[in-house]
Protein backbone atom coordinates (compact mmCIF):
# COMPACT_ATOMS: atom_id res chain seq x y z
CA UNK A 1 0.00 0.00 0.00
CA UNK A 2 1.45 3.30 -1.32
CA UNK A 3 1.56 5.69 1.93
CA UNK A 4 0.35 9.53 1.35
CA UNK A 5 2.21 12.58 3.11
CA UNK A 6 -1.18 14.76 4.14
CA UNK A 7 1.30 17.91 4.90
CA UNK A 8 2.53 17.50 1.35
CA UNK A 9 -0.88 16.63 0.03
CA UNK A 10 -1.81 19.61 1.36
CA UNK A 11 0.75 22.41 0.39
CA UNK A 12 0.94 20.13 -3.53
CA UNK A 13 -3.21 20.82 -3.83
CA UNK A 14 -2.66 24.46 -3.03
CA UNK A 15 -0.56 25.27 -5.17
CA UNK A 16 -2.38 23.37 -7.76
CA UNK A 17 -5.19 25.33 -6.71
CA UNK A 18 -3.89 28.75 -7.29
CA UNK A 19 -2.45 27.81 -10.58
CA UNK A 20 -5.50 27.40 -12.14
CA UNK A 21 -7.04 23.82 -11.58
CA UNK A 22 -10.47 24.10 -9.17
CA UNK A 23 -10.77 22.88 -5.72
CA UNK A 24 -11.87 19.20 -6.63
CA UNK A 25 -8.59 18.59 -9.29
CA UNK A 26 -6.48 20.20 -7.50
CA UNK A 27 -6.88 18.01 -4.02
CA UNK A 28 -7.38 14.95 -6.54
CA UNK A 29 -4.08 15.48 -8.52
CA UNK A 30 -2.29 16.24 -5.20
CA UNK A 31 -3.22 12.60 -3.78
CA UNK A 32 -2.63 11.06 -7.19
CA UNK A 33 0.69 12.09 -7.57
CA UNK A 34 1.48 10.35 -4.19
CA UNK A 35 -0.44 7.42 -4.57
CA UNK A 36 -1.79 6.64 -8.11
CA UNK A 37 -0.15 4.95 -10.76
CA UNK A 38 0.36 6.48 -14.18
CA UNK A 39 -1.05 10.21 -15.61
CA UNK A 40 -4.07 10.99 -13.39
CA UNK A 41 -7.17 11.40 -14.88
CA UNK A 42 -8.50 14.65 -13.91
CA UNK A 43 -11.01 15.36 -16.54
CA UNK A 44 -12.96 12.92 -13.58
CA UNK A 45 -12.94 15.88 -11.20
CA UNK A 46 -13.80 19.17 -13.32
CA UNK A 47 -17.33 18.86 -12.92
CA UNK A 48 -17.12 17.98 -9.29
CA UNK A 49 -15.29 22.14 -8.50
CA UNK A 50 -17.35 24.39 -6.32
CA UNK A 51 -19.58 21.65 -5.09
CA UNK A 52 -20.80 20.84 -8.17
CA UNK A 53 -21.35 23.68 -8.98
CA UNK A 54 -23.86 24.20 -6.61
CA UNK A 55 -22.00 24.58 -3.66
CA UNK A 56 -23.14 22.17 -1.77
CA UNK A 57 -20.90 18.79 -1.80
CA UNK A 58 -17.55 20.00 -1.42
CA UNK A 59 -15.11 19.66 -4.33
CA UNK A 60 -12.29 19.14 -2.07
CA UNK A 61 -14.01 16.14 -0.32
CA UNK A 62 -14.92 14.29 -3.70
CA UNK A 63 -11.51 15.33 -5.15
CA UNK A 64 -9.84 13.30 -2.33
CA UNK A 65 -12.35 10.49 -1.97
CA UNK A 66 -11.88 10.08 -5.62
CA UNK A 67 -7.88 9.98 -4.90
CA UNK A 68 -8.15 7.60 -2.73
CA UNK A 69 -10.57 5.10 -3.99
CA UNK A 70 -8.17 5.29 -7.54
CA UNK A 71 -5.28 4.50 -5.41
CA UNK A 72 -6.95 1.92 -2.90
CA UNK A 73 -10.00 0.63 -4.39
CA UNK A 74 -11.11 -2.49 -5.21
CA UNK A 75 -10.42 -3.87 -8.82
CA UNK A 76 -12.65 -6.63 -9.41
CA UNK A 77 -16.51 -7.24 -7.96
CA UNK A 78 -15.06 -10.30 -5.89
CA UNK A 79 -13.13 -7.83 -3.00
CA UNK A 80 -14.86 -6.32 0.03
CA UNK A 81 -17.52 -4.17 -0.57
CA UNK A 82 -17.88 -0.96 1.57
CA UNK A 83 -21.20 0.76 1.67
CA UNK A 84 -24.24 -0.01 -0.21
Known sequence: MRAIDPMSAVKRGDELFHSGWNCAESVFVAIHEQAGEGEAPVQ???ALGGGMGCKRTCGALSGATVALGIAYGRTSSKGI????
Open 44 to 46: LLT
Open 81 to 84: RVGG
